[in-house]
């Protein structure tokens, strides 16, 4: 079930014993264990402890059935189950931390009563074993963000065990601080004096600490995970623990796929609420606690340190900056660096295709979609002669033919085919048509040279792009069958026209790279272009050794960003994006292309000039080699330094008002 739940079980537990529903606990095991001797003492406490445990543990029991049973028989998603309880949970949570910081006539639960009599009149150990029993209800009532979450991943599992050892592991937790405090006080080490003369200040920790988790957690029930995500603290904090490389690892240790993937969202909230309001609800409540702590101490007390309205300001605006602006930002950014391809096994694909793509070895494909290949006349085929070309959609297991029915048109088309000779001097672009036959598309084609060629094709079914990867063609005929040659050139001419490729030097893996192209005449005039397949252009670009493969268009991604805040920088995903809607005469085609490997690509620029007598469907090709290097260890990603950037100016914004307080009240 993951071993990641187990270490946040444990470390939520721990947390628990600042809490005022948790820490009157101590008050209870020191009691029972001093004066008895240390082995007596250290066993009435291990007693204790472990009274709290069989309790705790029994609460995940219970979530576990009921995850299996209730939920199961009210028919509802368990997925709309945890966003609801997640809602009320980080609601009581805030509401709390707003009581312990002051700001609200609300305290957290405690325990301040007796144990039943029954409990008194036990011998030690016994006496100990039930109180623990019965003390282990405390805290769980107690509002701590993390007691949901727990119960919530129980319930999803329906297993009995696994709640019973979760919640297991979260007592432990609870129990060690407790058991630690005993073990002191039987050493003759007061440790409940020194929490009594800090216990205002725990308090106030606690509570603030409440304030920015509980006020998370409400928000991530408000605006479900899909919110997390495409705000960019999932992402974020999986890099900071490294998440994706460790679990890759042993992901490819043991020959297992890829634990998740991260596309972008599409969804709503609870209430059908826009996902783009949930970074703005987490700084408002993360913000507003704050100046309303200090308007209120100010008016008790009537005068306020001249430091804190300063601070409060530099640190709701780098709440606003990171949470409204540069943790969506580095999400879209990072986004846009993936190549979202995974294969039909679940191990990630090294080939690159648009955003939503799943990439195939078509006859590796046991479960879903699939595209067979056939070649008529058979093999071999020969130059000059017209070939036929059936591809096969079909569902696996099985072979179900896919019926043009349940296909969605892309860039106008069924289905797309990209061709490339090894050597990369022949290139084709055809769109199979249906045969009449349920599942079968058909294309003609001339290979015009000899060679081995390369098949991709691609359909769309359900939203999402499929690319499949066939088994190679060789072309037997008179001529050369390979004649590489690069040459690195900005300039190239197809037909009657000249396209300009533009572009920073280096190329590097592993980064947006902005490529632009200017058509213009053979005079140098700008040239505007018409609709080739829904895009200004289409471009396919394809490494050398034929491993690589992206076909991009220059399509508006500013959607990606919509409703995240404004967005200074533009951004868009690997496929390519565009900053104009449409070509015209002195304006360029620009795409940002993000390659997966060091080494030599060729870049494929297919465009209709306007009022070229060309047939419906077909295109100018111009072509381009472009060297790619390995990115720069060192380089510093554009949120990064806004982010350091932002920070300074916050700093000097400080100093300003400090100083500007401080001659205002001189």
Partial sequence: MGWGWYLFSFASGLTMIVLPCTLPLAFVIVPLSMGKGALKGLGIAAAFGLG???????????????????????????ETVKNWLYLFAGAAAYLFALGEIGLLRVRMPTYTGAAPAFIQRRQDYLKALFLGLFLGNIGVGCPHPAT??????????????????????????????????????????????????????????????????????????????????????????????????????????????????????????????????????????????????????KKEQGSAPAYRLPFFMCLSLLIALVTIYVLPDRFFHEASRM???????????????????????????????????SVHPPRPVTTGTTTRLEFFANEQPGGIPISVERLQRDHTKLMHVIGVREDLTEFFHLHPEPAGAPGLFIADHVFRKPGRYELWSEIKKDDTNHLFDHDEIIVEGAGVRYAKDVFFGRSAIAGDYQVLLDYDEPLVTGAESDIAFDVRDLFGRGVAVAPYLAADMHLSVIKDDLTAMIHAHPEDMQMMHEGMGPMVIPAALAHGGSNVETKGEDEKIAFHIVFPEAGIYKLFAQFRPAGAALPADEALTASFWVRVEEEQPFALSPWWMYLVISVLVMTVLSVVVHQYLRFHHA
């Fill in 52 to 78: 709290v445990a069989l309790t705790l543990s029994a609460y995940g029991v219970l979530a576990a059935i009921a995850g299996e049973v209730a939920i199961g028989a009210l028919g509802t998603p368990l």
């Fill in 148 to 297: 949901p979450v727990l119960l919530t991943r129980i319930a999803a599992s329906g297993d009995v065990f696994y709640g019973w050892m979760l919640f297991a592991v979260h007592a432990l937790g609870r129990v060690l601080p407790l058991l630690l405090i005993a073990i002191l006080g039987i050493m003759g080490v007061n440790a409940l004096r020194w929490i009594v003369a800090r216990k205002d200040a725990v308090e106030r920790a606690t509570g603030w600490g409440m304030v920015f988790v509980g006020g998370f957690i409400l928000v991530l029930g408000l605006f479900t995970h899909d919110w997390w995500v495409v705000s960019g603290q999932h992402t974020f904090l999986e890099a900071i623990t490294r998440e994706e490389t460790i679990l890759g690892i042993v992901a490819q240790t043991i020959g297992a796929g890829v634990t998740h993937t991260h596309a972008v969202p599409s969804g709503t909230g609870l209430f059908e609420l826009p996902l783009r309001l949930g970074n703005w609800t987490l700084a408002a409540l993360w913000i507003m606690p704050l100046f309303w702590f200090h308007f209120k101490k």
């Fill in 339 to 373: 190549p979202n391809a995974v294969h039909e096994d679940g191990m990630a694909s090294r080939h690159p295709v648009m955003r939503g793509a799943v990439y195939h070895e078509a006859l590796a494909v046991h479960d879903g979609p699939t595209i067979f290949l």
